[in-house]
């Protein structure tokens, strides 16, 4: 990587900590709109620009998981779509390999942008020193003080665990670990069943781990929709990935070749034994050792930094983005504040982030993603719904794609028909949920879906029909 | 250099107005600062000057139509300019009132002179959210605002929309939905339905009607009114308006029931300054002067010319301005900054006969007197019944800035006043 600590400048119109997807497109966005700019990033050499998500979250699982997409084709479905395989084997060392590589071609990408739009990269750890003035740890050694005219903190979060449950880096891992297991385990008991827990069930059952899920909450993926997370369950179901919830962790016993892990179900104690367990429980924010308290800059109880709807911290000329300004936390959420932090710094008209229309997305299979109220939570809100769904197996290129499990659901107002969620389970339904988000910001109603031309054979036809079924006039089912 | 001639925005309550009548006609020879159109706004009528010289290329709006301000009305040009690009669309008018000058024929104002600079661009958008929803027929609007608004009867062209570039979006028709003042204003403008099959002539409504009707749907809906009566023995005050006239014969000049009523009440507010008041949300904003409003019938609607400081003026001044104030007035003459901002108000039906009646308060006032006729009635006095000319005055509170023995202290010296009136000539 780059050595760009050369060179630092006395002061920044804006300095950035913190190169993820929040920090990184702030830095660029401020950067397009003529401010001078510097973004402190901290992990090199350890992974590169880009934060978690570029490094140890988002694209490495995603590469993970195509791997185990196709392990499951070549296993189960290849001899049906007229593909004979003569003996396989699998190499989790070659997909992390793979994995890392993209990683690395996008991280090298962003260094790539931070150039062309004249970001100034430091890398070092930065700490806030009172009256703008950010104090730098150079990676390279020495030490750097800069002063700012507004600063971005986007620190973003890390794992958390349960107490009992500590990391130990080899058996009791988090999903920084997972990412580059050369050595698969025997078995793997995952605690949380959120995406980050649902995403390596998949990759770690695809290739060959007896993996035990285990969920606190009464169904898996517990802020997505209960009816489409009972999809995913059977599926995982089918596939003999263990499912337990209604499960809490109660404690763990770690002996020399196994690990026991007690849990309290519903039908009373029992103890799982596993080679690994990765705990996916959530994460906590990076808001610590920071200097905050030199700024005043106000947190909330769990450690995440107050801000309002244009992330200012209550420091003024202090923005905070991503994780590190409390959930969810999603990239695309933190790459939007940052944009709008940016923006407002140089006094570019911008906009408020609508937290009411962020799409959420797991990609195990079949995948899960989300916009918008589920059919309990607009109930409770007291609207009264129409919901619309329509099932994969009715739809032309779900079958010829060998993935009839999956279904759209529209829970839209039954007055105005305002759409008010969209919940899709199956092939490549992560990419579909863009069509009813930007159809949310447009404030569309089913109507408009309904109407619109949607081509055939497309996976995306299930929305329209999914709508045409909340006027209760579905077509193909 | 080619000059838009823009329906500006005249008023702080102005969102469109009228083309009453083109002056020139395409093709016609302009000259910087000649009168190239008349608009009527909310309130008045307006002659507008071209702040370029050239000829009328073209009109865009013709006369008679209601256009949202910041439209281009036509271009001035010179003969061979090519305007297709000023022609292209009216969001960028928005941008360059400046370069029309509106000129208040009524506020008497002299002509600009042409080498002037151009006023600031008071009415270009400095935000999205400012921008006109309306885009000459085309509204802006979200398929759900759309559909929010014709459930809810609310009119798409009176809610200002808040999203990008001016979209009116859910929010916008929640507000305008929100007891208060924009939805009573977008209820004013709503079609309603009437069932009946009586035949009838269709009216169409005049900005100043509109006007009437955004204003006072904003009244007695989120405004909590009460009413205070008294009725008060004119037969002083009427000797004295008679004196006064008698003496003044020479000089021409006149004193009118009005004017007293005027001089009276501002002395009165003087004395009970927690009566000249307005309800402002988080504050109550007492005024330090007495401006007076005194409302006029006009052929179609009313206007309420404002006697600014009454309380500082004489009977004489006060009736000279407010006979020049209502004059102009009919004539639709008046700048805005005379018929806006009365501390408080006068309405005066007696000249109909009405005996008493409760008037509707003008928002942001908080208070508006109503005056009955005067009329000789049978009163006891020091216990012998005598024929009195007696008035009857009725005084609308806004409860929440008056209460009512503020308004009965208030009406009490009003009162006293008017039946001891000798002071009034000081």
């Not at chain 1, 988090?174 to 078995?187: F, H, I, N, V, Y």
């Not at chain 2, 009573?184 to 900005?207: C, N």
């Not at chain 2, 809906?221 to 023995?233: A, I, K, N, S």
Request: hydrophobic fraction near 45%.
């Amino acid at each position: 990587m780059a050595k760009k600590t050369a060179g630092i400048k006395d002061s920044y119109d804006l300095v950035v900590i913190g190169a993820g997807p929040g920090g990184y497109v702030a830095a660029i966005r401020a950067a397009q709109l003529g401010l001078d700019v510097a973004c402190i990033e901290a992990k090199l050499p350890e992974g590169g620009l880009g934060g978690v998500c570029l490094n140890w979250g988002c694209i490495p699982t995603k590469a993970l998981l195509e791997s185990a997409a196709l392990a499951r084709h070549v296993a189960h479905d290849a001899a049906d779509f007229g593909v004979k395989v003569k003996g396989f084997s699998l190499d989790i060392g070659a997909a992390v390999n793979r994995s890392r590589q993209v990683s690395d071609r996008l991280t090298k990408g962003i260094q790539y942008l931070f150039d062309k739009n004249g970001v100034a990269t430091i890398l070092g750890r930065a700490r806030l020193a009172g009256g703008k003035q950010v104090e730098v740890d150079l990676n390279d050694g020495g030490a750097a003080v800069i002063s700012a005219k507004n600063i971005i903190i986007a620190t973003g979060s890390r794992p958390k665990t349960f107490p009992g449950f500590e990391f130990d880096g080899e058996r009791v891992i988090s999903s920084r670990e997972a990412l580059e297991l050369t050595r698969l385990p025997g078995s793997m008991v995952i605690v949380g069943a959120g995406s980050i827990g649902m995403e390596f069930a998949d990759v770690f059952d695809a290739f060959g781990v007896n993996v035990t899920i285990v969920e606190a909450l009464p169904h898996l993926l517990p802020l997505e929709d209960e009816e489409i997370a009972g999809v995913v369950a059977r599926s995982f179901k089918k596939r003999k990935i263990g499912v337990k919830t209604k499960t809490a962790v109660k404690s763990l016993e770690k002996t020399k070749t196994t690990l026991e892990v007690t849990v309290e179900a519903p039908a009373g104690d029992e103890t799982l034994e596993c080679d690994s367990l990765l705990m996916a429980v959530g994460r906590t924010p990076n808001s610590e050792n920071l200097g905050l308290e030199t700024e005043g800059i106000k947190l909330d109880e769990q450690g995440w930094i107050e801000v309002d709807e244009f992330c200012q911290t209550s420091a003024e000329g202090i923005y905070a983005v991503g994780d590190v300004a409390g959930p969810p936390m999603l990239a695309h959420k933190g790459s939007h504040e940052g944009m709008i932090a940016a923006e407002r710094i140089a006094g570019f008209p911008t906009h408020a982030l609508d937290k009411n229309n962020i799409p959420a997305c797991t990609y195990c299979h079949p995948e899960v993603a989300s916009v918008g109220r589920t059919e309990k939570q607009a109930r409770a809100d007291g609207f009264e719904v129409k919901v619309g769904k329509f099932p994969f197996s009715a739809n032309g290129r779900a079958l010829a794609a060998g993935a009839p499990d999956g279904m759209v659901k529209i829970v839209a107002d039954s007055k105005y028909g305002e759409v008010l969620g969209v919940h899709m389970v199956g092939h490549n339904v992560t990419e579909l949920v863009a069509e009813t988000t930007l159809g949310r910001a447009l404030e569309t109603t089913i109507e408009e879906i309904a109407n619109t031309v949607h081509a055939h054979p497309t996976l995306a036809e299930t929305v329209m029909e999914a709508a045409l079924a909340t006027l209760e006039r579905p077509i193909h089912i | 250099m080619a000059t838009r001639i823009v329906m500006s925005k005249l008023s702080p309550t102005m969102e469109e107005g009228r083309v009453l009548a083109w002056v020139k006609k395409e093709g016609d020879p302009v000259e910087s600062g000649d009168v190239v159109v008349e608009v009527e706004t909310d309130k008045a009528t307006m002659e507008v000057e071209s702040m370029g010289s050239g000829v009328l290329r073209a009109i865009l709006v013709a006369e008679n139509a209601t256009v949202p301000t910041g439209t281009i009305l036509g271009v001035v040009a010179a003969e061979d300019e090519d305007i297709t690009e000023l022609l292209g669309g009216s969001e960028k008018a928005a941008a360059e009132v400046a370069s029309t000058a509106p000129v208040a024929a009524a506020a008497g104002q002299a002509s600009q002179e042409t080498d002037a600079p151009a006023p600031a661009p008071q009415t270009a958008p400095t935000t999205t959210i400012e921008t006109p929803a309306g885009d000459g027929d085309r509204v802006k609007a979200s398929p759900l605002a759309r559909r929010m608004a014709s459930e809810k009867g609310v009119a798409l062209d009176s809610v200002r929309g808040s999203g990008p570039g001016g979209r009116i979006i859910k929010r916008d028709i929640e507000a305008a939905l929100q007891p208060g003042v924009p939805a009573t204003a977008a209820a004013a403008a709503a079609p309603i339905e009437i069932e009946s099959g009586v035949p009838f002539q269709r009216v169409e409504l005049s900005q100043i009607r509109k006007a009437i009707a955004r204003n006072l749907v904003q009244s007695l809906g989120p405004v909590p009114h009460f009413f205070l009566t008294v009725e008060v023995d004119m037969a002083r005050a009427l000797e004295l308006r008679a004196e006064l006239n008698q003496s003044l014969e020479a000089t021409g000049a006149k004193v009118g029931v009005n004017e007293i009523l005027m001089k009276t009440a501002a002395q009165a507010l003087i004395q009970h300054p927690n009566v000249n008041v307005a309800f402002a949300g988080d504050h109550i904003r007492r005024f330090t002067r007495v401006d007076i409003g005194l409302a006029v019938a006009v052929p179609d609607g009313l206007i309420t010319p404002v006697l600014r400081d009454a309380g500082s003026k004489g009977l004489l001044q006060i009736s000279d301005e407010t006979r020049g104030l209502i004059e102009r007035g009919r004539e639709k003459k008046l700048a805005p900054e005379e018929y806006q901002g009365a501390t408080f108000t006068i309405s005066n039906l007696g000249m109909y006969g009405i005996d008493e009646f409760t008037a509707v308060i003008n928002p942001p006032a908080a208070t508006i007197l109503a005056i009955g006729a005067t009329q000789e009635k049978p009163v006891v006095v020091d216990g012998v019944i005598e024929v009195r000319p007696r008035m009857r005055v009725t005084l609308s509170c806004d409860h929440r800035a008056v209460d009512g023995a503020m308004g009965a202290e208030f009406l009490a010296t009003f009162k006293a006043m008017l039946e001891n009136p000798l002071r009034l000539v000081l």
